[in-house]
């Protein structure tokens, strides 16, 4: 850092916050369409999003923030349903379904959740720093 004020490391960790609330926006969506089917022949499923994060220099602080780098598509393949009375199965009997894995899904908003919360802990901690200080010139 380039001053080793307390301060930046609230601007550090609330960037690291933030990063990790819109991947939980990404993990509640993927949960959200993880059962939905198309409701037309040759209509594509909801296909599963993937957040990437980047670390980007703050000059004004001296140190690197996290931020988002965009979300993807996950473009592995479609699930497979046996339905054959769905008047959009194939000629197998088969409809598309996202490719959603609720289980990878609830391990990543757990990574999330407990990256959210170990920042949370650095601000909590910084905070007692700077009131502890403040005590301190008094």
Known sequence: MADN???DIFSISGSAMQAQQQRMKVIAENIAN???T???PGQKPYQRQVITFKNEFDKAIGAYKVKSAGVRLDNSEFNKKYDPS???ADAQGYIQTPNVNPLLEMMDMNDASHSYQANLNVID???GMVIRTIGLLQ
Do not use: D, K
Request: no cysteine; proline share 13%.
């Open 38 to 40: 198309p409701t037309s």
């Open 5 to 7: 004020n307390l301060t």
């Open 34 to 36: 993880a059962n939905t």
């Open 125 to 127: 901690s910084t905070r």
């Open 86 to 88: 769905n008047p959009i």
